[in-house]
């Protein structure tokens, strides 16, 4: 089964911070693979998608790069505010249907 | 983006009642949609893909009589949790995604089921 971790669990930071969250996978074979975002209760809501084949994709404030070989992938946030506060998931894509979630680390901005 | 509906958005029932709640996707086809599980705090579980036409395949340790999945459309997939108990709270979430393969996938809001 495929494993998927984040690093941290949980980061509390001030706004205006620059912050990184870490992903990683066990398999490597992936076909793509999605960061999202969750506020508390609700779905999630898709960042940012990374082809296999791609090493970085930029939304806004949001960029992600992936390292497949290593089986590793970041999140970088710029500028961080307080709306930035959530649960951020990342979740690989294999065998074209199957997606792993990671456990999630849970970001809180302080004003 | 894509729109994916779930409803309800929260439950409560009593123990050994059925609950339904449907995943719908308003603005595209989904041949393929997903039901997961999520427990306070913790990841999402993958607990069945729910294919367009023929039987859900479940992940190991889910119970297919427990969990029924129907995929009628092209647009519509329903859970039913039956005989629920109280172990059976929790936030299960749907999702969808256009085409084949290799597509983003939408998740619905959720739904809060509360078993008493």
């Known amino acids: 089964k495929q494993e998927v971790t984040q690093i941290p669990a949980a980061l509390s930071v001030p706004e205006g911070e620059n912050l990184v969250l870490n992903c990683s996978f066990t398999d490597s074979a992936i076909y793509n693979l999605q960061w999202f975002r969750q506020d508390p209760g609700k779905g999630l809501t898709s960042l940012l998608l990374i082809q296999s084949s791609q090493r970085e994709q930029t939304s806004g404030r949001l960029n992600a790069s992936l390292d497949k070989s290593s089986g590793r992938s970041t999140l970088y946030i710029a500028a961080s505010q307080p709306g930035d506060s959530a649960t951020y998931l990342c979740?690989?894509?294999?065998?074209?249907?199957?997606?792993?979630f990671g456990t999630g680390t849970s970001l809180t901005v302080i004003p | 983006g894509a729109v994916v509906s779930q409803h309800p958005s929260r439950v409560i029932c009593k123990s050994g009642t059925s609950v339904k709640i449907e995943c719908r996707s308003l603005?595209?086809?989904?041949?393929?949609m997903f039901w997961y599980r999520q427990f306070p705090k913790k990841s999402l579980m993958l607990m069945a893909t729910?294919?367009?036409?023929?039987?859900?395949?479940?992940e190991q340790g889910v119970e297919k009589d427990k969990f029924l999945i129907n995929h009628a459309s092209l647009t519509l997939s329903t859970l039913t949790v039956t005989s629920a108990h109280p172990e059976d709270s929790s936030f299960y979430i749907c999702?969808?995604?256009?085409?084949?393969?290799?597509?983003?996938?939408?998740f619905g809001s959720g739904t809060q089921l509360s078993v008493l």
């Open positions: 603005d595209f086809q989904a041949t393929t």
């Open positions: 999702s969808a995604k256009p085409g084949q393969q290799n597509e983003k996938l939408f």
């Open positions: 979740a690989p894509l294999y065998n074209g249907n199957q997606f792993y």
């Open positions: 729910s294919n367009e036409g023929s039987k859900a395949t479940y």
